[in-house]
């Protein structure tokens, strides 16, 4: 699961989009690479967020990524995408982007947009580096995970509960054994007892 990119878009209904602030990590590719990789990304948030109307949330695959994206609308016009692979789970995407929607549109003001090269969002990339692991952002997800971390336990301890129940088991059955020897040598030992019974 990896996020490669985050972008806060401009985007004004029948016009093209302007990014306003983004982050990428494409240290997961070669040297060479990275440059058409991060023009890729570039083209792969303008284009989805063109093709996405106002209001309204959208996943789309693209090989073995996945853009997912969320045209906020409204009066400051903002959509937000998040590049990730394939395997990257849809909830904590569309958590993140609005939660960074939402923190961007209170710390930069709507007179910045105009001037998208001014604007100052540090916490893009700290949320890039925060939500690589979606079970750390995702509070329901690291639940998840906690419960199946814990039935995964609970399973080991029926098993190991049913091999100690399988030993008891055995003791239980030698304990029979023990007890119908007992008895058997107490029946014994009685009638030789018996014989030599002193008056």
């Known amino acids: 699961m990896k996020i490669f990119s985050i972008s806060i878009v401009l985007a004004p209904p029948g016009s093209p989009g302007t990014v306003l602030s983004t982050a990428s990590d494409v240290s997961s590719f070669s040297f060479y690479q990275k ?19 106002q209001g309204q949330r959208q996943s789309v695959q ?8 969320f045209n906020r609308g409204g009066a400051e016009q903002l959509a937000a995408v998040i590049i990730t692979d394939q395997e990257y789970p849809v909830r904590p995407a569309f958590s993140l982007l609005t939660k960074i929607l939402e923190e961007f549109i209170a710390k930069v003001p709507q007179s910045a947009f105009s001037n998208p090269s001014a604007i100052s969002f540090p916490d893009i990339q700290t949320y890039l580096t925060k939500y690589q692991d979606p079970r750390q952002a995702d509070a329901i997800m690291r639940v998840q995970q906690e419960l199946d971390e814990t039935k995964i336990v609970l399973h080991k301890t029926i098993e190991s509960v049913l091999a100690r129940g399988e030993k008891l088991d055995n003791l239980v059955e030698r304990s029979n054994a023990l007890s119908t020897q007992t008895k058997m040598f107490y029946k014994t030992a009685k009638k030789q007892n018996s014989c030599c019974v002193v008056m």
């Open 35 to 53: 440059g058409s990789i991060n023009e890729f990304l570039s083209f792969f948030t303008k284009t989805v967020v063109d093709r996405t109307p």
């Open 62 to 69: 693209e090989n073995n990524h996945t853009a997912h994206v």
